[in-house]
C-alpha cells in the first residue's frame, strides 16, 4: 500500500512527488492519465529542414512567469538550475481593428509586464523535476474513473492498456483540474454536494484555448521596430493576441499567439486554419515583408479536444477572468485522506504555474507528518517559542513593509493583460494570499517548541500570538492602495479604479477579510500539526 497517490502528472503532482521525494519517508506513486508528463505545459521542437532547428522550441501551453510577482515558480527554476530569460517587449505595438486597413502603430510598451521564459521551452522543467523522481514512481496511461473510501485508506480504479488495475493509498492527491474531477471519478461515498458545486463553477485554465507558433528563417518584424506584440480585435480576427517567440538573442525566430475563434468554430475551420493563420500574420506584420511570414512552421495546439484538460461544461464560453480560490477545493475530505489540488485550487494565482506550486505546498502541509524520530525531536525543540515568534514577527514586518509594492506589481501585471475588470481587487488580493501562502512555509519551517502548549477545542494556544504581527495589516494595505490609486496615472482611464467608491472598497474589504480567515485557520492548522507531531514522538 502506498502512502501517498498522487493523480496528476502535471506541474502540481510532479512538484508534490519532488517535496515527497526529498522528505523520503513516505512511499508514492504519481499516475498520469496521458501517455506523457506535464499536463498543460507543453513544448514542441521545430523539425522542418528548411529552418533553424537547434533547440528552439514552441511553448504551445504556459510560456510566460513573472519573478516580482511569483516567487514559487521563480525559486524552483533557479533550484534546478534551469537557464531562463525575458520576454522581448521592445519595440511597437501592432493593432488591427478593422480587417481592411493597416494596423495601428503603438509606442512601445512592456506588454508583458517583465515576464520571463525558461531556455528550451517549459517543458525542461517538467523534465528536471521527473528526471529526479525514481523511475518506478511514475505510472503514465493510467486513467482514474473510481475511488472509494476504505476506512483507514483509498481505493483507486484506474482503467490503463484497456484493463483495469486498482491501488491502495493511505493518502490521495486529486492533482487534477476540479471540472475533470467532477465530470470523470466516480466516489464512494460521494462528495459534499457544496464541493461538487465548487467544482463545477471552477473553469479549466485555458482549456477552451487553442495556440499557435509559427517560425520563421528571420525576425523581419523586430527588424522593423516591431515588438512582436500585436491585437487582432475584428470580427474576423484568427489570432487574437501575437507575441514575439524567438529564442533568448532572436537568432532563432517565431511568433505565438492565440486563437480569437471558439472551439466550435476552430472545429469547422480545421482544414483551412493554417492557411488563415499565415495570411494574417502576415497582414498584421505585412509593411513590405509579408510574403516572408507566409511560409512559416506551424505547431499549434487546440486544448479544447484535450479530454484530460477540457470537461464538458468548459466548451461553453465564459465571461471574463475565471474566478478562483473557492475555499471549498481546498478542504480535504474523507476523514484527511482525499485532497484536492492542481493550479485552480490555489489559495493565489489561480490557473498559473505559480498557483500550481501553491496547491503542491498546500496538499503537503495537509497531509499528516509521518512519525519523526527523536533526535529530529530535538532538533525540532532547539529554540524556545519567543525566539521563533520573534523571527515570525520580524519576518511580518518585512512583509509588511513590502506590500504596497507587491500589490503594485500585481496591479501592473493586470493592466498588462485583457482584463481590466476589478483591477484593485484582483490586485490586493493576490498579493495578501501570495503573502499568507508564504506566511505559512516560514511557520511551518520555524521550531516551536509546542511539547507543552495547550490545545482547546482544536486551536493551539500559540495561534494568537502567531496572528499578532498582522494587526491592522488589512486596513493599512486597502488604504495605501486607494492612495496610490488616485495618483498613478496607469489607471487614470479606468475611474472605478482610479477612484474607488465605499461599495467597491466595501467588497474589496470583505474579500481580504475572507482571506484573512482562511489564512488563520490555517496558521492554527500547522501549530496543531505540530502538536501532533510532537506526541507522536514523545508517545
Not at 470580427?235 to 466550435?264: M, N, T, W, Y
Request: some cysteine.
Amino acid at each position: 500500500m502506498l502512502e501517498v497517490a498522487i493523480v496528476g502528472g502535471g506541474l502540481c503532482g510532479l512538484a508534490l512527488a519532488s517535496s515527497l521525494h526529498a522528505q523520503g519517508q513516505r512511499t508514492f506513486g504519481v499516475f498520469e492519465a496521458r501517455p506523457r508528463l506535464g499536463g498543460r505545459i507543453l513544448s514542441s521542437a521545430y523539425t522542418s529542414n528548411n529552418l533553424p532547428s537547434n533547440g528552439l522550441t514552441a511553448d504551445l501551453g504556459p510560456t510566460w512567469y513573472w519573478p516580482e510577482t511569483q516567487p514559487l515558480i521563480s525559486r524552483l527554476v533557479a533550484e534546478l538550475g534551469l537557464a531562463s530569460f525575458v520576454q522581448h517587449d521592445t519595440g511597437v505595438v501592432l493593432r488591427l481593428t478593422d480587417p481592411d486597413k493597416a494596423p495601428d502603430r503603438m509606442e512601445s510598451e512592456a506588454v508583458h509586464g517583465g515576464a520571463r521564459r525558461i531556455t528550451g521551452g517549459m517543458a525542461t522543467l517538467v523534465a528536471a523535476l521527473a528526471n529526479a523522481l525514481p523511475g518506478d514512481t511514475i505510472q503514465l496511461s493510467h486513467e482514474l474513473t473510481a475511488i472509494a473510501d476504505r476506512g483507514d485508506h483509498a481505493e483507486l480504479h484506474f482503467r490503463c492498456a484497456g484493463t483495469e488495475k486498482t491501488i491502495q493509498a493511505k493518502q490521495v492527491v486529486l492533482a487534477m483540474p476540479p471540472r475533470l474531477i467532477e465530470e470523470h471519478i466516480n466516489f464512494a461515498p460521494p462528495l459534499n454536494g457544496q464541493v461538487r458545486a465548487a467544482m463545477r463553477a471552477t473553469c479549466t485554465w485555458m482549456s477552451d484555448q487553442a495556440k499557435v507558433v509559427i517560425a520563421y528563417p528571420q525576425a523581419v518584424w523586430r527588424e522593423a521596430g516591431c515588438s512582436g506584440n500585436a491585437f487582432v480585435t475584428h470580427e474576423q480576427a484568427v489570432i487574437g493576441e501575437i507575441h514575439d517567440a524567438c529564442d533568448a538573442d532572436g537568432s532563432r525566430a517565431a511568433l505565438g499567439g492565440f486563437i480569437a475563434l471558439s472551439p466550435a468554430l476552430r472545429e469547422s475551420f480545421r482544414d483551412g486554419l493554417p492557411i488563415l493563420m499565415d495570411n494574417q500574420m502576415a497582414q498584421v506584420f505585412g509593411s513590405g515583408f509579408g510574403a516572408k511570414l507566409e511560409q512559416g512552421e506551424q505547431h499549434y495546439h487546440d486544448w479544447a479536444t484535450e479530454p484530460y484538460t477540457c470537461s464538458t461544461l468548459d466548451r461553453a464560453p465564459h465571461a471574463g477572468h475565471p474566478q478562483y480560490g473557492n475555499p471549498m477545493l481546498r478542504k480535504a475530505q474523507w476523514g484527511g485522506k482525499l485532497h484536492l489540488a492542481g493550479a485552480e485550487t490555489a489559495a493565489y494565482a489561480g490557473g498559473y504555474m505559480e498557483g500550481a506550486l501553491e496547491a503542491a505546498a498546500r496538499a503537503m502541509r495537509a497531509m499528516p507528518e509521518p512519525a519523526r524520530q527523536p533526535e529530529q525531536a530535538v532538533s525540532r525543540h532547539a529554540h524556545a517559542n519567543q525566539d521563533s515568534l520573534a523571527r515570525f514577527s520580524l519576518w511580518v514586518s518585512t512583509q509588511r513593509s513590502n506590500a504596497l509594492q507587491r500589490y503594485r506589481l500585481q496591479l501592473n501585471q493586470g493592466l498588462a493583460t485583457q482584463n481590466k475588470d476589478q483591477l484593485t481587487q484582483r490586485a490586493l488580493l493576490g498579493s495578501v494570499e501570495q503573502i499568507y501562502s508564504e506566511a505559512l512555509r516560514e511557520l511551518d519551517a520555524l521550531p516551536f517548541d509546542v511539547s507543552a502548549i495547550a490545545i482547546e477545542r482544536g486551536r493551539s494556544a500559540l495561534t494568537p500570538d502567531v496572528l499578532d504581527p498582522f494587526d491592522g495589516f488589512i486596513n493599512a494595505l486597502i488604504e495605501e492602495a486607494v492612495q496610490f490609486n488616485r495618483t498613478s496615472c496607469a489607471i487614470s482611464n479606468f475611474p472605478g479604479e482610479h477612484k474607488p467608491d465605499q461599495e467597491y472598497v466595501q467588497t474589496i474589504r470583505r474579500d481580504l477579510a475572507a482571506a484573512w480567515r482562511e489564512f488563520a485557520f490555517s496558521a492554527n492548522t500547522v501549530l496543531v500539526t505540530k502538536n501532533a507531531c510532537e506526541g507522536a514522538i514523545n508517545g
